[in-house]
């Protein structure tokens, strides 16, 4: 009896060591795939929520998805998969609840590598009846956590406090319930400042219910909306790049909570979704002061950058009042989806661009009225979607996003882009898929290619046709371009992923032409990657760059800890070679460094996981210039350390 005790002692103990390290091992995964995402997006040169993106995937992590019993809205929230895989995968279940993850591979347009990706943000059930939701039990069952990071930015050559601090606490309950607070305060920020700041520069927090009864979205505080092709409005930016689009990710429509710290569009104030059977009926307003620096009723740009350190970024502080008030119907019939969506902003002060050659053409005053259509619709492989919409400016303005995309056999998707913005459409709560930041007088056309015909190989590739009718920043007159790219991805073995991609570039009379190679080599719990990139860039002269990545990655088996270090050294003649190369960090950071100049830089990541509570993340990375008074803010070298604590409860 006793021998088959200590038996039975030992092999508990063993299953739940295995647990624990697959658990970790689904942890890694998932950073794996924030990496594969972050860096498509950095490609793409958007100005992205970082931050926000990797709260959620890493919230629908630990609470995922149940796929034998949810709906097109919710799988919509896993940014990598496509219209076509939703369908598929809902019929499958609908016909056949799945009684493992691995029937996945019985699914129509499911890959091996997207059902990995997949993994981390799903789990199997054997009943597929809804859980009950009690209201009373809700405090005690749902997941708390807190979240504490400190960073120290340019030990160096800070003046002043250097020290960057941001708490936050996150409440979910069921994915029905979620609130949280949050206070950030950036380096060389005062803690008190008269009528401006108060403790941290930036206090923000949210509140958000779901899927009760009729009513499918409530969110109170700060959040973000987005329609259709975010035409008319949308203060989401992930995920409207070129990258993006190809590799299948979706933007997602509708209100949700924003928990991050950036300080840049989002909205503050309520708004709410109800369902009426084929009807969903969105209204939101918004009333926050923005920055921007007043003189006399008159300010010349929206600030963006969040920060407030000096005597005039802290006069511009939040300024101006704006609010907006926006409404959105959309009904869907099987595979047709029509929306029509209205928009107000109303600023407090009067908004003036100081006049230059390039924007003639951007918005003037106090009010600006916005409405667009879209539509989504999809016929077995063949999938149209798009937004028309208009915007009030000097003259009314006038936008056209349409995009066709088609797989006319199995593993092989091609893709059709078309866009139009007039030369007064410049819509400021608009964001969507565009060459320049700012969406008026372009128009282009990007034909595209996904597909993996061949055994264990991805090829994406692209070519962005595209031309604008008036001067943009950097050209003083009209001018056009093209952007093209090609990446072939290829799994030699489970052990070994090797990627190629050569890209060309021509826009504001420069020539841009690159070449990247990446090797990445898991064997047992080691992970080695190295990359290699090289660009040549003409405008005056002929320019070159050079970049040379080395790192490993080690996870301890007996103790939850995973250490890294990656090294690497450049060469940017010119700022055109310059290179913008993703980063791993800390949990919820992100880091895309600008590697200009001649230097080196290295970083060293650390992650410990006390227990399931628990959990410390540190980066400490230094940067060393050769030719430093041609390096950014003329440094000779740079260290920042990110430290990052998360707690659960």
């Known amino acids: 009896m006793a021998m088959t005790k200590r038996i039975s002692i030992l092999c508990f103990l063993t299953l739940c060591s295995l647990s624990a390290f697959a658990q970790w091992q689904l942890a890694d995964n998932l950073q794996l795939i924030i990496y594969d995402i972050f860096e498509q997006l950095s490609e793409d040169n958007r100005q992205v ?292 969506t209205a928009c107000e902003m109303i600023l407090g002060d009067t908004l003036r661009p100081t006049p230059t050659y390039y924007n003639t053409n951007y918005f003037t005053g106090k009010r600006q009225f916005s409405a667009g259509l879209n539509y989504r619709y999809r016929y077995r492989r063949l999938s149209l979607q798009g937004e028309v919409a208009t915007t009030q400016n000097i003259q009314w303005g006038w936008a056209v996003s349409n995009t066709l995309q088609i797989a006319p056999i199995s593993d092989f998707k091609l893709f059709l882009l078309h866009r139009y913005f007039s030369n007064s459409f410049d819509n400021t709560l608009a964001s969507s898929f565009s060459e320049s930041n700012r969406m008026a007088g372009e128009q282009g056309l990007l034909l595209g290619l996904n597909t993996s015909l061949i055994k264990n190989c991805q090829l994406v590739a692209y070519v962005d046709l595209f031309k604008f009718s008036f001067p943009i920043y950097g050209s003083k007159q009209p001018s056009d371009g093209y952007d093209a790219r090609a990446e072939l991805k290829w799994q030699t073995t489970k052990q070994v992923n090797m990627a190629w991609r050569i890209s060309a570039k021509s826009k504001n009379n420069t020539d841009k032409y690159a070449l990247r190679y990446t090797l990445t080599y898991d064997v047992n719990n080691w992970q080695i990657k190295g990359l290699v990139e090289g660009n040549i860039a003409k405008h005056d002269s002929l320019t070159f760059g050079l970049v040379v990545q080395a790192g490993a990655k080690y996870s301890f088996q007996r103790v939850p800890i995973v250490l890294q270090a990656t090294a690497e050294a450049f060469r940017a003649q010119n700022y055109n070679n310059r290179f913008y190369i993703y980063e791993n960090d800390v949990l919820y950071a992100f880091s895309i460094p600008m590697l200009y100049g001649t230097g080196a830089r290295y970083y060293l990541n650390a992650r410990y996981k006390i227990n399931n509570n628990v959990s410390l993340y540190l980066k400490l990375s230094q940067s060393f210039y050769a030719d430093f008074n041609v390096s950014p803010a003329g440094i000779k070298h740079q260290t920042d350390i990110h430290f990052f604590a998360r707690f659960k409860f």
Do not use: C
């Open 49 to 340: 929520d970082y931050e926000q993106l990797s709260e959620d995937l890493m919230a629908l992590h630990e609470n995922p998805i149940d796929i034998n019993n949810t709906n097109a809205d919710q799988l919509h929230s896993i940014p990598f998969l496509s219209d076509e895989q939703i369908d598929q995968l809902l019929l499958f279940v609908y016909e056949q609840p799945l009684q493992t993850v691995y029937e996945l591979r019985l699914v129509n347009g499911f890959r091996d590598y997207e059902i990995r990706n997949l993994l981390p943000f799903i789990i199997v059930k054997p009943s597929n009846k809804k859980e009950p939701f009690y209201w009373k039990e809700m405090w005690h069952y749902a997941n708390h956590e807190l979240q504490t990071r400190l960073d120290a930015a340019n030990i160096e050559n800070a003046a002043g406090d250097p020290f960057h601090a941001t708490i936050k606490y996150q409440f979910n309950y069921k994915n029905k319930v979620k609130a949280g607070l949050t206070l950030d305060r950036d380096p060389r920020e005062p803690w008190y400042v008269p009528n401006k700041t108060y403790g941290a520069d930036f206090y923000g927090g949210y509140f958000q219910l779901d899927d009760i009864n009729v009513l499918k979205r409530i969110v109170v505080g700060d959040y973000k909306a987005v329609f259709g092709q975010g035409l008319t409005i949308n203060t989401n930016l992930n995920l409207t790049g070129k990258s993006s689009l190809l590799y299948g990710s979706y933007t997602r429509e509708g209100l949700r909570a924003k928990s991050s710290a950036a300080e840049y569009n989002f909205l503050r104030g309520a708004g709410a979704t109800v369902q009426i059977k084929d009807f969903a009926i969105t209204a939101l307003y918004s009333a926050r002061k923005i920055d921007g620096k007043v003189t006399d009723g008159v300010f010349p740009t929206i600030i963006q950058t969040g920060y407030h350190r000096t005597e005039n970024e802290l006069e511009s502080k939040r300024a101006v009042w704006q609010q907006v008030a926006a409404i959105n119907i959309t009904y869907k019939y099987k595979q047709l989806q029509i929306g029509l």
